[in-house]
């Protein structure tokens, strides 16, 4: 599986972005895909991750009401849609694709569930 990340930028606090992941290859086993970030000499940090099957979402509180992710299962991609964003949230976001984990524990938060991961595409938010 390959994961293609784009959509990043450089956007003013407050603004938008769409962020998109298209998956290629042996995309039919998908679980779930997660979106995850990472900060200059930070963790990784989980944002968010949709169930392949049933569209079903789970976010953390930190961009709960700010962050969506939605599915294009025609076009095996995944978006990640990122509103009123913040400086904090200057990062490079990855896509991951989780193949292993199913059922309910598919919307997992933990990085080691993922499979296989995008290269990263790189948000700066301004102040």
Not at 77 to 102: I, M
């Amino acid at each position: 599986v390959q994961l293609q990340a784009s959509g990043g930028g450089l956007v003013e606090a407050g603004g938008s972005l769409r962020l998109s992941c298209a998956a290629s290859g042996r995309t039919f086993s998908a679980s779930s895909m997660g979106w995850f970030r990472q900060a200059p000499g930070k963790e990784r940090e989980f944002v968010g991750v949709i169930s392949w099957k049933d569209g079903v979402a789970y976010y953390p509180d930190s961009v709960k009401d700010r962050f969506t992710i939605f599915r294009d299962i025609a076009k095996n991609t995944v978006y990640l849609h990122l509103n009123s964003l913040k400086p904090e949230d200057t990062a490079v976001y990855y896509c991951a694709y989780c193949a292993t984990v199913s059922g309910h524990r598919s919307l997992t938060t933990v990085p080691g569930d993922y499979d296989y991961w995008g290269q990263g595409t790189l948000v700066t938010v301004s102040s």
